[in-house]
């Protein structure tokens, strides 16, 4: 019963961010647009060639043609799908390796919790954007192996996190009175700490997805995507020898990146404030 | 004195426990190179086309491929402790002379933008905490907000159609003006301009993120008890700010920094190639295109040496402002 | 009869919009002596803090703002004085020390440029003179090898010392009030005696008016000249120490002093021959701190070979100040913290034997009552939960598991109806009734308290202790009881350890201990009680009854 006001007051929390909410309601219009808009379009698909080249914005095509006569408007559609799919996905991965590796670390200690210290310290050390550029190199590039190389640098800040949250948690005395009753681990991890620190998984969650559409748009401005699949950061490295002469090549789809991306992090925002209602009156 | 003892002691057993480290870091290329699908040598040949036979048997002999694998993995060891990285047959170079070639601009990019990221940073936070939703503090969070969320090409891309094409103030790519031969204060003035948007665009989204954190660890460190009893003493609010809160509050910006080191490399290969800028991350770039793993695999190598380096120099750092940490 | 220098004429603070009271502090008129210590004694929530840092011009403005009143140090109005001048009056004029020195000192400055600071805001000395006098001051507060402490950071010295550091930076300036703002609270008995000691000592040489903030009656006993009582922002009681701690008017004073436990032990008839329930031997524990960031690994010896025994139906109190082990030692016994050497025999079981699972099944025979009624409690979970869980786990079916929870509710002074509302909706006494059900449901053989009352306020911590004693007599429990404060050792416990470094260093029934020492800290311990001289007891016979009436007027906390 209490479930239902908890859900209500957290929806009324949020709502108190105007720019978070507004950050939602462009948040869902992308999606949307993501998952009808491929349908809606004519059927011929973001490589194909629907028109002269160089075309600009707001004349036949809405949004222009690029170098090869490609619709742009289509791309961007196309390339919205990409962007989120490998986003959550690459995200997903990424934070259930970290909350079980975390989680266990946090918990556990000892052993477990140098061993992972060790590994995300190694992470650390390695050039994120290098390793996965080799992971996607060698693995050659597929949505696939973006999605890997992506979750492969992205689980440590959260398993990082979960293990600190599950560590002071573990010390809190209601825990250790849950423990003090004889209670399995599992039950414990589960029905006492992970519900106390799931609102910092999920704020972490969306940061993750806003980093790692900038690090998928990243590896395919440099020629790292599929080749099968539109992205926005493909469509910009391919305009990007046109600068001069037709920079909304460039523009458009790296103002779709940002668009993105700050309205995923408005949403992590707002649900930062939401979920962990502190006196914001400084 | 003793601390200076303690410090350098502390570098050394740093250096020694980055052994491991490193260690994994190589297993980690040689895996990489035998987890490619296909024959390690066409991998690592690439599809360059150009790869004569000659080349081919070098290859396959260098890495010893047909003997057992232990015995190529200890070879490799030997031959990158060694640093005999290789040889780049696109590049024509041996690797480890192509990228010490390159080290110096990537390091005089990546220096500048540290300093820049995390001066203005500080700054800007600062100035923003100073006096929390004023318009001043609106703004300069604003302006955070959305350089967080730009990605480096784009931005990259944006300040050359600016300030290189439309206005004409600063060149367009490279690192000098190869044509005017420049010698002396002209070379530096020549590189220092070309320098401008490269550091700029690395900077910004580093800047972003420094300025949000620098701006929530002084509004935290200004509620803080040793606040009120400076206030009790008579200080003014403009002495509490600089001489209690500042040095507390940029504690968690130069971990932060230490923390961010790697990224700032992978980011740099995406500025060198917009701008082409001749360090290693554009040559990093260059290989990526003509699959060549071999020098990739030895940026890598150099790279994460080169973060381990950067996290020591950090560390130590820290523990000069923050007397709680005492290196021994 | 010296005559006023700081009088508080008629002041009330208001406090923000979304407060759960409109004023802190409500129309409050107090006068300062020149040379006097006058404590201002309250419980939680009484606004005595609010109303220092109001006289000191530090409430964090905006949101709270003196609305009405005056302060007037020698006839001046603090509260109309603009901010030039009220910095050039701070330490000149008048001081303030805090609670925790801690974090009111900056951590990242030595001890010398902080105190410097004062005088290089305040006078024109130039640095040889400022340094001589700063090392003159810290010699003065009792800090032996001053020169060398001075270049020393907060976090490299004890807790003692840096209060006393503070007390030399307050005062560096010969102001002539000085604000405490409970400043021995956050330190072990020992230190605190020392620390009040010298604030008394600092008052007589210089003349100065103190004004000491404190909730502990007993520190009120040991030094204060004036008392002024405060309850929900309003003086309630003021006069000569000896007249309010002796004969209170008041019915709030004579319910607090009332509360507060004497240190005359209680007796209860001993039973020597109940079967033992608990029985440590040589129990041992080291911590290893492994050093990040390069520090070289920090070893801590917290148990050095303990021994204790409890019969069933007693109760044996662990007392030692922080650092002495016996909060380690209770999660020991109750396996929380793995031991490295030993045995914890528990019902002829020897716990430490046990593999984790096997142990599982044990573990309801030895529950606990934690300290802090705020972390103890999951904040997700109802009430009924929170107390049903331990039961359900065991195998108890859930409706019969929820009847015991409604019963244990009601046996700990709470409604049934509590079971279905979240802990952060009670306040904190209530929650340690709360914890202590949900330690009764599992009927356990033993209790383990520790430090159940150190965070609650008086009033409540004599109801809690009452109904621990009820408990533990109805049930014929055996009790663990931890604490640091021989008050409430000599109230609940029948045999008593005390414990230093990891080792009991004396032991036997309280009454014995109490009346003959044995052992120097044992003895060094009891001299440093606050206010043991003090005998409230004739006013406690009389305030009981009004006591029991005002609370029960006023609702239970």
Not at chain 2, 79 to 86: D, F, H, I, Q
Not at chain 3, 13 to 33: E, F, G, H, K
Not at chain 3, 107 to 120: F, G, M, N, Y
Request: proline share 4%; hydrophobic share 50%.
């Amino acid at each position: 019963m209490s479930a239902k006001a908890d859900v209500l007051a957290f929806c009324q929390r949020y709502a108190r961010n105007r720019a978070a909410l507004v950050a939602l309601g462009v948040l869902v219009a992308i999606v949307v647009v993501a998952i009808a808009g491929p349908h809606l379009l004519r059927q011929g698909g973001p490589f194909e060639l629907a028109g002269p080249p160089f075309q600009p914005p707001f004349g036949r095509f809405a949004l222009g043609t690029d170098m090869l006569g490609r619709d742009e408007l289509v791309g961007l559609v196309y390339g919205a799908r990409t962007s989120l799919v490998i986003g959550l996905v690459a995200t997903l991965f990424a934070t259930l390796l970290g909350v079980l590796l975390g989680g266990i670390a946090g918990y556990y200690g000892g052993g477990a919790d140098e061993a992972l210290m060790r590994l995300t310290e190694i992470f650390q050390t390695i050039p994120s954007f290098l390793f996965a550029i080799l992971v996607v190199a060698i693995l050659s590039p597929s949505i696939e192996s973006v999605i890997i190389a992506i979750a492969v640098v992205s689980w440590p800040p959260m398993a990082r996190l979960v293990r600190g949250e599950f560590r002071s948690l573990a010390d809190r005395e209601f825990v250790q009175a849950c423990v003090s009753m004889g209670m399995s681990d599992l039950r414990v991890i589960a029905l006492h700490i992970l519900p106390n620190c799931l609102s910092s998984i999920i704020v972490t969650g969306s940061l993750l997805v806003a980093t790692a559409i900038l690090t998928e748009s990243a590896l395919s401005f440099l020629g790292l995507s599929d080749p099968n699949v539109m992205s926005w950061g493909f469509m910009v490295g391919a305009a990007r020898d046109f600068l001069q002469r037709a920079w909304w090549l460039c523009a458009i789809p790296g103002v779709a990146i940002l668009v993105t991306v700050l309205a995923i992090n408005l949403v992590g925002d707002g649900l930062n404030d939401a979920l962990n209602p502190r006196l914001r009156h400084l | 004195m003793q601390v200076a003892r303690g410090r350098a002691r502390y570098i050394g057993r740093r250096l020694v426990q980055a052994v491991p480290t490193i260690l994994v870091i190589v297993t980690l290329n040689f895996l990489l190179v035998h987890l490619a699908p296909g024959n390690a040598a066409d991998v690592l040949a690439g599809e360059a086309g150009s790869a004569t036979p000659q080349y081919m048997a070098y290859l396959r002999h260098q890495f010893g491929l047909d003997q057992p694998l232990y015995v190529q993995y200890l070879d490799y060891l030997k031959n990158v402790v060694t640093l005999e990285l290789g040889y780049s047959f696109r590049e024509g170079m041996a690797v480890r002379d192509l990228i010490l070639q390159r080290l110096g601009p990537t390091l005089l990019l990546m220096g500048t933008t540290i300093v820049l990221s995390i001066g203005v940073g500080i700054l800007l936070g600062l100035v923003a905490a100073g006096r929390p939703n004023s318009l001043r503090d609106n703004a300069i969070s604003t302006f955070a907000l959305v350089a967080y969320a730009t990605p480096l090409f784009w931005v990259g891309l944006m300040f050359i159609l600016l300030f290189s094409i439309e206005l004409r103030w600063l060149p367009t790519s490279g690192m000098t003006n190869i044509a005017a031969f420049y010698t002396g204060w002209r070379k530096v003035g020549d590189v220092a301009r070309h320098l401008v948007l490269p550091a700029l665009t690395l900077s910004l989204f580093y800047m972003a993120l420094y300025v949000r954190l620098m701006r929530s660890s002084m509004l935290e460190q200004s509620g803080m008890d040793y606040v009120v009893t400076a206030r009790s003493k008579g200080l003014t609010e403009r002495a509490i700010t600089w001489r209690h809160v500042l040095r507390n509050a940029c504690l968690p910006v130069v971990t932060m920094a230490g923390v961010q080191v790697g990224n700032l490399l992978g980011g740099s290969v995406v500025v060198e190639t917009v701008f082409g800028w001749p360090g290693i991350g554009l040559l990093a770039f260059r290989a990526l295109f003509a699959r060549d793993l071999n020098l990739l695999l030895g940026i890598f190598f150099v790279a994460a040496c080169l973060v381990i380096a950067v996290n020591i120099i950090v560390d130590v750092i820290y523990s000069v402002l923050d007397p709680r940490i005492r290196l021994r | 009869m010296s005559e006023t220098i700081l009088d508080i004429e008629r002041l009330s603070v208001d406090l923000p919009r979304w407060a759960d009271r409109p004023q802190a502090v409500i129309d409050v008129s107090l006068a300062l002596r020149r040379n006097e210590i006058l404590c201002v004694v309250g419980e939680s929530g009484s606004g005595k803090s609010v109303m220092a840092r109001a006289i000191m011009g530090l409430l964090p403005a905006p949101h709270l703002r003196a609305s009405a009143g005056r302060v007037l140090l020698d006839g001046e109005d603090l509260l109309q004085a603009d901010a030039a001048r009220l910095r050039a009056i701070r330490c000149r004029r008048i001081s303030m020390i805090f609670q925790e020195p801690m974090t009111a000192l900056n951590p990242v400055k030595t001890l010398s440029a902080q105190i410097d600071e004062v005088l290089a805001v305040h006078t024109d000395l130039p640095r040889r003179e400022r340094t001589d006098r700063i090392a003159a001051m810290l010699e003065s507060v009792r800090l032996s090898d001053a020169r060398h402490l001075m270049r020393a950071y907060p976090h490299e010295i004890s807790g003692g010392q840096r209060q006393r550091a503070m007390i030399a930076m307050a005062l560096i300036l010969e102001p002539s009030v000085l604000i405490a703002d409970e400043p021995t609270t956050a330190l072990d008995v020992t230190t605190q005696a020392g620390i009040l000691a010298l604030i008394r000592d600092v008052q007589r040489s210089r003349h100065m008016g103190v004004v000491f903030i404190t909730h502990d009656f007993g520190v009120v006993a040991e030094i204060a000249d004036r008392v002024a009582v405060m309850q929900h922002g309003r003086l309630v009681e003021f006069g000569e120490a000896a007249q309010v701690l002796n004969a209170p008017s008041h019915p709030y004073t004579q319910a607090l002093i009332a509360a507060i436990p004497g240190l005359a032990p209680m007796n209860r008839p001993a039973n020597g021959s109940a079967p033992l329930v608990l029985t440590v031997r040589a129990l041992e524990k080291t911590f290893r701190a492994s050093g990040r960031r390069g520090g070289r690994d920090r070893v801590v010896r917290a148990l050095k070979s303990v021994e204790l025994t409890i019969r069933r139906g007693e109760t044996l109190g662990v007392v030692g100040e922080s650092g002495s082990g016996k909060s380690t030692l209770a999660r020991c016994i109750v396996r929380l913290v793995h031991a490295d050497n030993g045995s914890v025999v528990v019902r002829d079981v020897d716990w430490m034997r046990l593999s984790r699972r096997q142990l599982r099944a044990h573990r309801r025979y030895v529950q606990i009552v934690f300290q802090d009624p705020f972390g103890s409690l999951d904040p997700r979970c109802s009430v009924g939960r929170l107390i049903a869980e331990g039961p359900i786990v065991c195998g108890v079916p859930q409706a019969d598991a929820l009847a015991r929870a409604y019963s244990l509710l009601e046996l700990v002074g709470l409604e049934r109806r509590a079971a279905d509302r979240y802990p952060h909706e009670f306040s904190g006494g209530q929650r340690q009734r709360i914890g202590i059900a949900r330690a009764l449901a599992l009927d356990p053989a033993i209790l383990v308290a520790d430090e159940p009352v150190s965070a609650l306020d008086v009033s409540v911590q004599a109801q809690v202790l009452r109904l621990l004693a009820d408990i533990r007599d109805r049930f014929n429990l055996a009790m663990l009881f931890i604490t640091h404060d021989l008050r409430v050792a000599a109230q609940v416990c029948d045999r008593i350890a005390v414990m230093r470094d990891g080792e009991i260093v004396e032991h036997g029934e309280t009454a014995r201990v109490y009346a003959d020492p044995q052992h120097a800290y044992t003895r060094a311990l009891l001299a440093a009680v606050p206010g043991r001289h003090w005998q409230a007891s004739a006013v406690r016979t009389v305030a009981a009854g009004s006591a029991s009436a005002f609370i029960e007027h006023h609702g239970a906390p």
